[in-house]
Structures are given as structure tokens and as C-alpha cells.
């Protein structure tokens, strides 16, 4: 007892009391500094919040990115990431789980992910899945091969045409039917035009200063013969961003044209010819590969042609002989100078027949073309006249004239100075009374007179 009273145990004891204070010391801060561990949340340099372990961000991250998909029915990716610093902080220090998600929400863009088509380098759209993008790129090519001339040797783009995965803001997704549509009639916007009663391609095309050859190649659903009131028809010609390209083997029969040989006769005029010998086109057997890009021929390999029939040559009989003077030139020249003063058609309950020109007496009359007179004298109603026949179906003639320069019988040149204006004949005033007949019929000179 008396040991342990000693000062050696004593001091001994006092020893042991304080390890056994620093170790509980050292177990209670060891608890204390487990139990504050911490991590400070940042969204790029800014910190959002403190959490106790990494995960309870990430998991609210996820939560974020899954809420979106499926709001708008396409995966969504946060455009930031989390950085976690750790730090120790007690609890009330803490962010709950709602501050922190309503934080990040506030803080944060989103990217879908999507498919996008690119074009010889160039992006044109984006779909939202992969089977879209594909679909596009197989209905662009499908387009072109469901109705082939013969057998279908290749198909391909003309471009380089991919499909890659992506990241987009959501209003960069475009429509599968509206990116296909894009692609297939190009950037420029489709103008079109409604048919209406009596309108067809060749008033569409004067009225937008087309061609009509343009305006059928822009429609070529539509048959120019058969359009109907109310089709709409396109006013662009189409340019797709993808050109199919297409192989084609086919085979058919051709038609293969004659030529034409010309023969000289001095025995007939130079404005005559005649055909000696009918031309007759002959035919072959053709097997070649068709190239068409997006539906249009652009380049035909011959493999094989085989001369079923040989083509006739035509032989055409031209005259040397120099035109005489009068002989008729198919075209009217205004027979006398002055005022229009009657039309052709019905006056006064009767039938006018020929027009009126109004001029002085003695003003001089012109043969409107060459020919032959017919007629030159009196003739009741039309006073003095005179006819000529030009020999090619029409013939001419001039009335109340005060005096005539030409014979029947003889030939006049067009331009010929014949008679004279008068007022001879049944007639109100002096004027020349013209009338142009066509194979015996009246018909209005006013529309053959240049």
C-alpha cells in the first residue's frame, strides 16, 4: 500500500491519465472531423453550394438531365459540368437538395442529343434520332429508284454524305418531313402559281417571264395537256442538296436519222423546191448504261448497237433560177398612202368586204404584190378596178380609181404604180376601196397588209 503512495506511482499514474485524455481527445476531434467532411459544389469558377458527398450533386444533376428528356422527348445534356473542392462545414451549413436543384436549374443551358446529316462537310440538319436521319438519306435515294428504265446496275451520292452523333441546342432539332424537304428542293423558297380557267404553261410562263421549257421541268409531276383548275404548279426548279446517282442498263430500239441531199434544177426558181425522194429514218438496237443524276440523263455509255434498219436519204430538188420581179412574195405591202377610213365588216346592214383609204384624187395606187392583172376596166358598183391574182391562192383587188396604168394580161411587180385614187363607181368620197381574197373567199385586209 505504502508503493503505491510512493512518489514514483504517483507520477506514474498522472502519466497514464493524460495519455488516456489526448487519445480521447484525439478520438473525439477524429469523429468530429469525419462527421463535418464536406465538398463545395462549383458550376465552372463560381461555387452554387456545399454538400456532404460528391453524390448528392451528381444524383440531382442526373434527376435534371432526366426531367428534360423527358419533357421534350430527346436526350438532354447539361452544357456545364460539377467541380467539388473538399472543405468541412457543419450542418446547417449545408444546401438542401431543393436550393441546390433549383440553383444548378437557374444556372444551366442543355444540349439535346441528336443526329445530325452533313453534305460534303456542311451540316444541314439535325433529327433527333438516328433511324430518322437514315430514313431521310434512304428516301432521298428511294425517290430515284422505284422507277427505272431498265435494270438498276448502282446507286450513290454524288457528295459525301454522313450521319454523326451530336450535341445541339434544342431548337436546332428540325422535323424529319421539314429536313428531308430542305434537302430535297434545296435553300431557295418553292414559289408556285394556282391554275385558273383557261390558263396553261405557256400564259404562266409569259406571265412570269419564264421559259416554258423552265416551267416543265419544274413540275415534271404534271402533264402540260391535262392541268386542271386549282394545281399548283411550282415556279423554281428545284435544286436538291443530295444528287442520286444512277446507273441504268437498258435497252431499246432507236430511231436513227437520214440525211438530206440537195439537187440543183435551173429550171425552177430559186424559192422552189421539191422533195425528189422521201427520207425514211432508220432504226437500231441499242444496250447501254443510262447516267442520271437525281432523275435527269446526264451521260449515256454505249455498250452495243445494232443497225436493224438503214436510213433512207431524202433528195431534195432546190431551183437556181433568179426570182422574177413579179412574181409574188407572199407578203402585202400597203397599196396607197392616206387615212384609214373603213374597216372591214358589216356597215350600214351590208357586208364591207375591204377597207377604205381615204386620199386626194390622183394619189397613186401600188400593186400590194407581184402578179398577174385579171382584171382592169369598169365594173358596176366598183367603178374602175382592178384584180391581180399573185398565183399563190391570193388575189388583190383596187376600186374607184380615177385612172389605170395596167392591161388584163399583163404582169406587175409588188410596188408597181397601177392606177390612180379616184371616186368612180359606187363610192361617197375619193378613197381606194381594197380588198384581199384568200383561194376565192373574202377575208380582212387589215391583217395581211405590212
Same mark, same amino acid.
Given at each position: 500500500?505504502?508503493?503505491?503512495?510512493?512518489?514514483?506511482?504517483?507520477?506514474?499514474?498522472?502519466?497514464?491519465?493524460?495519455?488516456?485524455?489526448?487519445?480521447?481527445?484525439?478520438?473525439?476531434?477524429?469523429?468530429?472531423?469525419?462527421?463535418?467532411?464536406?465538398?463545395?459544389?462549383?458550376?465552372?469558377?463560381?461555387?452554387?453550394?456545399?454538400?456532404?458527398?460528391?453524390?448528392?450533386?451528381?444524383?440531382?444533376?442526373?434527376?435534371?438531365?432526366?426531367?428534360?428528356?423527358?419533357?421534350?422527348?430527346?436526350?438532354?445534356i447539361?452544357?456545364?459540368?460539377?467541380?467539388?473542392?473538399?472543405?468541412?462545414?457543419?450542418?446547417?451549413?449545408?444546401?438542401?437538395?431543393?436550393?441546390?436543384?433549383?440553383?444548378?436549374?437557374?444556372?444551366?443551358?442543355?444540349?439535346?442529343?441528336?443526329?445530325?446529316?452533313?453534305?460534303?462537310?456542311?451540316?444541314?440538319?439535325?433529327v433527333?434520332? !438516328?433511324?430518322?436521319? *437514315?430514313?431521310?438519306?434512304?428516301?432521298? =435515294? &428511294? /425517290?430515284?429508284?422505284?422507277? +427505272? @428504265? $431498265?435494270?438498276?446496275?448502282?446507286?450513290e451520292?454524288?457528295?459525301?454524305?454522313?450521319?454523326?452523333?451530336?450535341?445541339?441546342?434544342?431548337?436546332?432539332?428540325?422535323?424529319?418531313?421539314?429536313?428531308?424537304?430542305?434537302?430535297?428542293?434545296?435553300?431557295?423558297?418553292?414559289?408556285?402559281?394556282?391554275?385558273?380557267?383557261?390558263?396553261?404553261?405557256?400564259?404562266?410562263?409569259?406571265?412570269?417571264?419564264?421559259?416554258?421549257?423552265?416551267?416543265?421541268?419544274?413540275?415534271?409531276?404534271?402533264?402540260?395537256?391535262?392541268?386542271?383548275?386549282?394545281?399548283?404548279?411550282?415556279?423554281?426548279?428545284?435544286?436538291?442538296?443530295?444528287?442520286?446517282?444512277?446507273?441504268e442498263?437498258?435497252?431499246?430500239?432507236?430511231?436513227?436519222?437520214? !440525211?438530206?441531199?440537195? *439537187?440543183?434544177?435551173?429550171s425552177?426558181? =430559186? &424559192? /422552189?423546191?421539191?422533195?425528189? +425522194? @422521201? $427520207?425514211?429514218?432508220?432504226?437500231?438496237?441499242?444496250?447501254?448504261?443510262?447516267?442520271?443524276?437525281?432523275?435527269?440523263?446526264?451521260?449515256?455509255?454505249?455498250?452495243?448497237?445494232?443497225?436493224l434498219?438503214?436510213?433512207?436519204?431524202?433528195?431534195?430538188?432546190?431551183?437556181?433560177?433568179?426570182?422574177?420581179?413579179?412574181?409574188?412574195?407572199?407578203?402585202?405591202?400597203?397599196?396607197?398612202?392616206?387615212?384609214?377610213?373603213s374597216?372591214?365588216?358589216?356597215?350600214?346592214?351590208?357586208?364591207?368586204?375591204?377597207?377604205?383609204?381615204?386620199?386626194?384624187?390622183?394619189?397613186?395606187?401600188?400593186?400590194?404584190?407581184?402578179?398577174?392583172?385579171?382584171?382592169?376596166?369598169?365594173?358596176?358598183?366598183?367603178?374602175?378596178?382592178?384584180?391581180?391574182?399573185?398565183?399563190?391562192?391570193?388575189?388583190?383587188?383596187?376600186?374607184?380609181?380615177?385612172k389605170?396604168? +395596167?392591161?388584163?394580161?399583163?404582169?406587175?411587180?409588188?410596188?408597181?404604180?397601177?392606177?390612180?385614187v379616184?371616186?368612180?363607181?359606187?363610192?361617197?368620197?375619193?378613197?381606194?376601196?381594197?380588198?384581199?381574197?384568200?383561194?376565192?373567199?373574202?377575208?380582212?385586209?387589215?391583217?395581211?397588209?405590212?
Open positions: 500500500m505504502s508503493e503505491l503512495n510512493s512518489p514514483y506511482s504517483k507520477r506514474l499514474l498522472a502519466y497514464f491519465m493524460v495519455a488516456v485524455i489526448i487519445v480521447l481527445g484525439f478520438i473525439a476531434y477524429k469523429n468530429n472531423e469525419i462527421k463535418t467532411r464536406a465538398f463545395a459544389v462549383y458550376l465552372e469558377e463560381e461555387q452554387i453550394g456545399i454538400v456532404r458527398t460528391e453524390e448528392e450533386a451528381l444524383y440531382i444533376i442526373e434527376e435534371i438531365e432526366n426531367n428534360l428528356s423527358n419533357t421534350y422527348s430527346a436526350k438532354c447539361l452544357d456545364k459540368d460539377l467541380t467539388f473542392e473538399a472543405t468541412h462545414a457543419k450542418d446547417e451549413e449545408l444546401s438542401s437538395a431543393k436550393e441546390l436543384k433549383s440553383t444548378i436549374s437557374s444556372k444551366l443551358d442543355f444540349l439535346v442529343v441528336g443526329y445530325t446529316i452533313s453534305i460534303d462537310g456542311q451540316d444541314v440538319g439535325t433527333k434520332t !438516328e433511324k430518322e436521319a *437514315e430514313d431521310i438519306v434512304e428516301s432521298m =435515294k &428511294n /425517290q430515284y429508284t422505284s422507277n +427505272v @428504265e $431498265g435494270d438498276l446496275k448502282e446507286v451520292f454524288l457528295e459525301e454524305v454522313k450521319i454523326k452523333k451530336d450535341e445541339v441546342p434544342l431548337n436546332k432539332l428540325t422535323p424529319k418531313e421539314d429536313l428531308f424537304q430542305y434537302i430535297n428542293l434545296g435553300a431557295d423558297e418553292i414559289k408556285t402559281h394556282l391554275i385558273e380557267v383557261g390558263e396553261s404553261f405557256w400564259t404562266i410562263a409569259k406571265m412570269y417571264n419564264m421559259g416554258v421549257d423552265d416551267l416543265i421541268e419544274a413540275n415534271p409531276d404534271k402533264n402540260p395537256e391535262r392541268l386542271q383548275i386549282g394545281d399548283e404548279i411550282k415556279l423554281v426548279i428545284p435544286t436538291s442538296l443530295m444528287t442520286v446517282v444512277t446507273v442498263n437498258v435497252e431499246y430500239v432507236k430511231d436513227t436519222d437520214y !440525211e438530206t441531199i440537195v *439537187e440543183n434544177d435551173d425552177m426558181y =430559186k &424559192n /422552189q423546191q421539191k422533195i425528189k +425522194v @422521201e $427520207g425514211e429514218k432508220g432504226q437500231s438496237h441499242i444496250v447501254s448504261n443510262k447516267i442520271k443524276h437525281n432523275g435527269r440523263l446526264v451521260d449515256e455509255e454505249i455498250l452495243e448497237e445494232k443497225v434498219k438503214e436510213p433512207i436519204d431524202e433528195l431534195v430538188v432546190k431551183g437556181t433560177k433568179e426570182i422574177p420581179k413579179t412574181m409574188a412574195t407572199g407578203v402585202f405591202a400597203m397599196p396607197t398612202r392616206g387615212r384609214f377610213s374597216g372591214y365588216g358589216s356597215r350600214w346592214g351590208r357586208m364591207h368586204r375591204g377597207i377604205d383609204i381615204a386620199a386626194k384624187t390622183g394619189t397613186p395606187i401600188n400593186a400590194a404584190d407581184g402578179g398577174k392583172v385579171t382584171f382592169a376596166g369598169r365594173q358596176s358598183g366598183y367603178g374602175y378596178m382592178v384584180e391581180i391574182d399573185h398565183e399563190n391562192g391570193y388575189k388583190t383587188r383596187y376600186a374607184h380609181c380615177s389605170l396604168f +395596167v392591161s388584163k394580161g399583163d404582169r406587175v411587180y409588188k410596188g408597181e404604180h397601177i392606177a390612180n379616184g371616186n368612180t363607181g359606187r363610192s361617197t368620197g375619193s378613197h381606194l376601196h381594197f380588198e384581199v381574197l384568200k383561194n376565192g373567199v373574202h377575208v380582212n385586209p387589215s391583217k395581211y397588209v405590212k
